[in-house]
């Protein structure tokens, strides 16, 4: 909802860091201010500048472009999840009986801690279990948090794989069942790239030792990524590579 935010000029057309909220823009912060109950003055305070306190004396920093932008996509965030989890408790509000329910408000409360509500669970309950895993997400821009994201995805793939194809498989074989062996896809090698282990250096191994130390983020980052093809480069082919087993 909040996009397109720009930067100012000043009047001899020279260009600053300062970041404005855009024209084209204006018209979408009104209604997600609206829907949210929110004061638009607020958010765009908010956005586009840093409250400092130093030395008892209260500083207000305009904020760059990439600076609003990322307050612009965590309250994008805020919201996305606040919603999630209040779906997901009316929903449980359906399933479960009125005796065992607590009373909640119907309202959606986007400044307080989003929690699942607690409920008195009987044997008899109804419940709706929903696991939606490997679907590992290429964008054109991918960050830190996609990448945790098809992590976590990986590693539900894996322990599936383990207790639904080795583990019964293996089972089958030592009581001697007749049956068919299934062949599947091991995921193995792609948490090995990701998370190392057993001699293995993994991506979240290699950017701990490029975030340590001194340095400016920039020059982290060009570490982190010159490590990545000391590490990594041309093993592709060797990951993918690798047998079950």
Not at 7 to 34: L, M, P, Q, V, Y
Not at 175 to 181: A, H, I, L, M, S
Request: aromatic share 8%.
């Amino acid at each position: 909802v909040f996009e397109e935010i720009g930067s100012d000029e000043d009047e001899s057309g020279t260009h600053n860091e300062n970041a404005r909220i855009s024209d084209a823009s204006s018209e979408s912060i009104d209604k997600a201010c609206a829907l949210t109950g929110l004061e638009k003055d607020k958010v765009v305070d908010a956005m586009l500048r840093k409250v400092i306190i130093v030395g008892g004396k209260t500083i207000h920093k305009p904020q760059n472009v990439v600076q609003a932008s990322d307050k612009r996509d965590a309250l994008a965030k805020l919201l996305y999840s606040g919603l999630f989890q209040w779906l997901v408790d009316r929903i449980n509000s359906t399933i479960i009986a009125a005796s065992d329910t607590k009373s909640r408000s119907d309202s959606f409360m986007i400044y307080e801690n989003a929690s699942p509500s607690k409920h008195n669970l009987t044997q008899d309950t109804a419940s709706i279990g929903v696991l939606d895993i490997y679907g590992f997400e290429h964008f054109d821009v991918n960050g830190f948090e996609q990448l945790l994201i098809n992590y976590a995805n990986e590693k539900l793939q894996r322990h599936f794989n383990r207790h639904l194809f080795e583990v019964e498989q293996d089972l089958s074989s030592s009581e001697g069942v007749d049956w068919t062996y299934i062949t599947f896809n091991d995921n193995r090698p792609c948490l090995e790239l990701i998370e190392g282990g057993n001699g293995i250096v993994g991506i979240l191994s290699t950017l701990d030792d490029a975030w340590g130390g001194m340095g400016s983020a920039s020059e982290k980052d060009v570490k982190f990524v010159t490590h990545l093809h000391q590490q990594f480069g041309g093993k592709q082919s060797t990951l993918v590579g690798k047998k079950n087993g």
